[in-house]
Structures are given as C-alpha cells and as structure tokens.
C-alpha cells in the first residue's frame, strides 16, 4: 500500500493485502471485540488463521463479516468458525437463505467452478444501517454491480471506505448479473456515484493496495464502465479469462485432461458461450481465450498440461 494511505487508516485497523486469488481480510481489534472482513479463499484459509493469530495473541476472534458471497470473500469462513466456534457472522441479507439452504448453484459456488466449504451465519449487514468495527461506527451501504448483494463500508470520521470488488485501484471487479442477462452496469455506475458521494480520502479494496488516489480510480472505473458497455463481448470474453486465471491460481498446474473436464461442468462457460458466442464452440472459444492468456505470459502450456505463471 502508499505510505500515505497507509499511516492515514485507524490506528485498531490491520490490513492483510493477500494474492488476488484470496480477497484481502480487515481485521479490526476492539477494546471489547475483535472483527475479520472478508475471509479468503478456501484453499487459503490456513494462512488466514495464521494471519489471524498472529495479531491477535491469545484473543479469540468474535466476529466476521462478509461484504459478499463469492468464494474468495467467504471461503475462510467454515474454517474461523471451526478455529472460534463462538464467534458471530455477518452477511448481506439478499441471500441469507440460500446460505441457511445451503444453495451452491444459485450462491454461485457450482457456476464458477469454485468451492466454499459450508458456514452458518448469525446476522446481516443491513444496508442503511452501521456497525461498530475496532470501537468505530462504520456505515453499510448497498453496492449492487458486481455482485447484487454486495455492500461496501464507510468510516466517515476517518473517511475510509473498504470497498470490496466494487472498486480498485485499476477498475472493479466482473459483473456477474451481465453475463447472465441481468443487466447491472446501470447498478456499477450507480455504486461508482455513491462512492463519489461518500468522498473518501482512502480505500481498501477487495483485491490490491489500500490506494488514496480516489478520484483517479473513480475515473479509471469509469472509463472502463463505458468501454464494457459498448462492448458486452468483451466483457463476457474478460469474464473467461478471470474464471480461468482463478482456477490456475488455485491448482497451479491441471492436465489437459482435467482442465477440460472442469470446462464442461462449469455452467458459467456454457452460459456465457450461448449467450454472448453462440456460433463459436465451447471448445474453440475456450481455447482462443487460453491462447490469448498464454500470448500475454499469464499462463503456460506444455506436454504436462496448463501451468500458472
């Protein structure tokens, strides 16, 4: 993070800035209560803990909660429950049954490919109302876009606004709802205008450095905004490449066989593929977008099978 971002977030606030497979994690340490912001991936949640415990010594962790449900946000859930089986969790209320059912396709888990393992859940952030965090009161506010549920919180004495994938230094995250013909970049404009409004001076992104320089990333979202939206192949082929940059984040290596096998039964692909590339096979349109990972040196190739560079 800047130097200056940094030394100007509350002093009870630790930011864990992880690899972009795992969101980054907001541990607020309380007077009374400790809290985790988002939780990482599954595959990452030994490091979590391991983050966890080491800021806090012998204090348990009391409280957790999720700015959404997308697998890196949520997937260190179960294992802090299992670590602190006292402890209270947060989510927005938009799908709070499906995690009560524990629905994995509608909670995105089966489309994408990815896995959470199951948590329960003992309250919600409310949009509209405030929750205190490191002894502050920090509001909640809706952020539909990239995910319909999402909400994003705001410290306004500090003016620190913790953005999950709503913004980032450099954009946001994929809209989801597009590539399911729900449209939703009039809802990532709309967030964009709240956050502009909310006028923080610092940001903690979902993903990369906690940044200052707002009013730049403002319009660096923007920009980007208008050019999905002129284009949504491009934003369905973009959203490809994310799924398969995930997967390869999270295995590493795959043989040929198994990445094939982990196309065809990710729904995501299929959707999209009729959606948004009817007249190209899965196959083809996967490989083309492989290629075009390979050509940019984020990904390698060889006998073995895929590799992450």
Known sequence: MSDHAAAELPANLVVFERGWLSSNNILF???????????????????????????LGTRPLNRVLNTHLHSDHCGGNAALQQRYPAIRT???????????????RRLSFLATGQA???????????????????DRSW???????????????????SRTLISADALWENGFGVAFPELAGEPSFGDVAATLDRIERLAPLRVIPGHGRVFDKVGTALATARRRLDSLRRDPA???????????????????????????????????????RARFFADVALEQLAG??????????????????????
């Open 29 to 55: 340490i309380g007077a009374d209560e400790t809290a985790l912001v988002d939780t990482g991936y599954a595959t990452h949640a030994d490091q979590t803990l391991a983050l966890v415990e080491s800021s």
């Open 288 to 309: 083309d977008v492989l290629g075009e990972l390979v050509a940019a040196g984020a990904v390698e190739m060889d006998s073995s099978g895929i590799h992450n560079i």
């Open 139 to 157: 509001q909640v506010h809706s952020a539909p876009g990239h995910d319909p549920h999402s909400v994003i919180l705001f410290d306004p004495i």
């Open 90 to 104: 947060d989510i927005p209320p938009g799908e709070a049954a499906l995690v009560e059912q524990w629905d994995e």
């Open 116 to 134: 959470c393992p199951r948590f329960r859940f003992t309250g919600l952030l409310q949009p509209g109302t405030e929750c205190v965090l490191g």
């Open 234 to 272: 491009k934003h369905a082929r973009h959203a490809i490449k994310v799924l398969m940059k995930f997967k390869l984040l999270e295995v590493q290596s795959i043989s040929l066989e198994d990445w094939k096998a982990w196309l065809w039964t990710t729904p995501y692909f299929g959707a999209i």
